[in-house]
């Protein structure tokens, strides 16, 4: 079984910055595409960046210029740093495996179970 675990959400101030990892678990051989998504109050879920095994990434426009997106493939892990945020990035930050190459096959669409950002002064 996969399970992939959000963490380092919290309370920042308008400005400030904060780093999310999600990490992998289980008997994990590859994983290729992993992305971040948010859901805000209110709003549908929406992608915010995405790197492939690779290291290319895409970011959504609203996040460009602020947030990073990288990963370490031996520790199975993604990172979201975040910088100059603002109260918008308010939401829950959720990470995604697009397909996770485990020894007894196939996952396909894996998500962690989400970590929550607020944006305050």
């Known amino acids: 079984q996969v399970q992939l675990v959000e963490s380092g959400g919290g309370l920042v101030q308008p400005g400030g910055s904060l780093r999310l990892s999600c990490a992998a678990s289980g008997s994990i051989f590859s994983i290729n595409t992993m992305r971040w998504y948010r859901q805000a109050p209110g709003k549908q879920r929406e992608l915010v960046a995405a790197?492939?095994?690779?290291?290319?990434?895409n970011y959504a426009d609203s996040v460009k210029g602020r947030f990073t997106i990288s990963r370490d493939n031996a520790k199975n892990t993604v990172y979201l740093q975040m910088s100059s945020l603002k109260y918008e990035d308010t939401a829950v930050y959720y990470c995604?495996?697009?397909?996770?190459?485990?020894?007894?096959?196939?996952?396909?669409?894996?998500w962690g179970q989400g970590t929550l950002v607020t944006v305050s002064s």
């Open positions: 995604n495996a697009d397909r996770v190459s485990v020894a007894a096959g196939l996952y396909f669409g894996v």
């Open positions: 790197i492939t095994s690779g290291g290319s990434t």
